[in-house]
C-alpha cells in the first residue's frame, strides 16, 4: 500500500496581504502575539508595520528578535522563556528562514516540553502547539508552507532537522512586497534554496502526483523569473519568485528532501555557510550524482531548464544541469567550496555528519560517507 | 491589492488508506463519531468496514444514513437532531456528493444553530465546525476538499449554495478502491461533475496560480482516462481519475465555478436531475457561452482536450468543446434536455433561479435571464 500525503497550511498570497495579519491572528484566539523576527527585517521597516497593524487591530504582543542566520538551540530556548514569561498564545513569524526556523522551535519548546535537541528527526512530537501565522520576507526557506524546521545545536557543531506535521503553521500570509526592500545580493541565495526544494521534492522516492505538479511549477516559475527578477528586481518578477517559493514549499514539505540538503546542513553546522549558498555550490553535483537513479525524472527537469529534448533522457538531463551551472556562474554567487572555507581538513567530519543527516533518507540514490566526501571534494 | 487565498484540508490518498479513518478520527479529538452514509455505500460493503476500524480503535459511534442524492433541508434537520441527541464530537462522512453535503449541513447547523437556510450565500458562517473526516466514495462533487457545501431547499425547490471556509474537512481520505465497487453507470455523471470542476474554476475570475495549476492537472488526467477507465474499469486509470477529482477539487474549492453550476443547480433543484448529468448536458454549451469572454483559457483547455493547436485561439478553444461532446457521445450519457424532462414549460422559472445562483458571480462572462434561457433551450 502506497499512501500520499499532502498538507499545506491556509494560503494567503498578495500584494498588501500583510494587512490580513491582525485579523488572521485573531482568528487563531490571539491574545497575546509572540512575534518573532530579526533585526535585518526591522530595518527594512516591516517589523513596525506589523506592530502598526496589531495595534489598530487592538492585539497586545511581545517581541523577541534574538535570531541569527542558522538560528541556534539557545536562541530558541530564550525565546521559549520569554514565550512562557509573558503568557504569549499565538506565534507569529515574520523574516526569511532564521526566524521562522527559531519560532517554530520556541512553539514546540513551549508546548511540549524539554529541550529543541529531544525533537531531531521526524515525527518526534506529541502535543500541538500554539497557532502559527507566518510571513515570509523571501522566498527560500518555505518555511511558511512547512513542517520542516531546522536548529543548531551549538555544542555538536550540527543542523539538527526537525520534521513533524505539528510544525506546519496555520496561516501563511506572503505578501510579494516585501521582496521588494531586498537588495539583489539578498535574494540570490534563498533562490538556490528554493531550485533545491523543487529538484529535491521531485526526484524524492515519496514524491506523488500532488507534489510532483508544485515541484514542476515551482522549478518553471524560478527558471523563467530568476534572471529578469535579478537583473531590474522588477515586482512582476519577483511576484513570480514568490509564487515559486511557494509551490516548491508545498512541494517539498510533502516529498521532503535529499541529498542536497544534507550536504547543506551539514556544511552550516560546521561552518554556518548560509544555506542558500551551499546550494549554489553543490546542487548541480548532487544532480549529477542522482542522475542514474532517476534519468527520466532529471529529463523532465532538464527539458523544464532549457526548453529543449535531446535524443537521450540522460543527455536532457545532462544540458538542465549545464545550464543551471550557467544560472549560477552568471548571475554571481561562490561557485567553489574553496571560496568559503578556510581548508578541506574538516571536510571528512562534515560528510559524517551529512550522512547521519534525515534528508538522506529520502534521496533517491544511496550515498555513502564516501561518496559524499567525494562530492564536497569535488566541489572544492 | 489581488489577494489568492488556497485553502485545502489535509489529504490522505492511497489504496487502503481507508485503514486510517480511526486514528485520524482519534487525531481529530473523537470520543463518539458521528457517522454520515447512504444504503448505496452500505450496499457495496463500505460502510460496515469503517464501522469495523472504528471499534478496533475502540471509538464509540453513531449512525446516520437518511440522505438521498440532492440532499434536502430536512434530512439535515434530522441529522442535527440526531446528533445532538447522542453527544456526537466528530463527523465522519463516507459515501459520494450528498452523504458529504448532507454531513456538512449537519455540522454547520449543530454548531450554528438556526436553520440550515440561515447559511446560504458566501461567508455567513460564525462559528467553527466539529471536526470533519470526509472518504468520498466517488470523484466528482470533490466535497472532502472543498468549502461547498449544496442542499435542497424543499419548499422553495432551489439548491442553496453554502461557501465557508469553516465547511472545509479536517481531513480528507480518499481511497481508491472504492471506485472499485462502482458500476460504470455510477462513475459516469460524477466524471462530469469534475470535468466541470476542471473547466470553470481554470476560467473562473478569482482563479490564481495556486489554483489554474491543479484545474489544468484534473482536467488532463480527467482527459486522458476517463475513456479507458469506462472501458475495463481498471484500477489504474480508476486511480488517475480520484487524482483528477482531488485536483479539481482543490482548484474549485478556492477559485468557485460558473455558470454552468448555477444552471445545474437551478435543474437539480426543480427537477431533481443528477448534477453530473446536468453538466454532461450542459458544459459544451457553457463553454461556447464563456468562449468571447476567456479564449485565451479556453484555448489551454482546447489544447489540454485534444493535444493540438489550431491557426486561432478560438478554433483551438472550439475544438476542444467538440473533442469533448465527442467523449459525451461516446460514453452513454444523455445529451439533450428532452431526454430527462417532461416538457419546456418550466425553463423560464429554472432560469430564474438560476439566475439568483452564488456561481454565477464567478463566471467570466455575465449571463442575463434570456442568456440562460436560451442555453436550456439550446440543450432542449
Redesign the interface.
Known sequence: ????????P????????LD?VGVCSRRLGASKIFVVSDPGVEEAGWVDKVFAILRQEGLDFVYFNDVVANPRDYQVERGAALYRETGADVVLALGGGSPMDAAKGIALVVSNGGRIQDYAGANQVKNPLPPMVFIPSTMGSESNISQFTVITDMERHIKMTIIS?TLVPNISITDPLLLGTLTRELIIAPLFDSLAHAVESYVSPIA???TE??SL?GLDLLIRHIRPALETLDMDDLEQLA?AG??SGMAFTNASVGLGHALAHALGGMFDVVHGISHALLLPSVMRYNLPACTKKMATIGRIITGQEHTTEEATALAGIEALERLRDDIGIPTRLREILPDKTLLPKVSQNAEKDICLLTNPRTATWKDILNIYYGAW
Not at 10 to 17: D, K, V
Request: proline share 4%.
Open positions: 500500500m502506497s499512501t500520499y500525503k499532502f498538507a499545506i491556509e494560503i494567503i498570497f498578495g500584494r498588501g496581504s490580513f506535521r506523488n502526483p500532488f505538479v508544485q511549477k509564487i511557494t509551490s
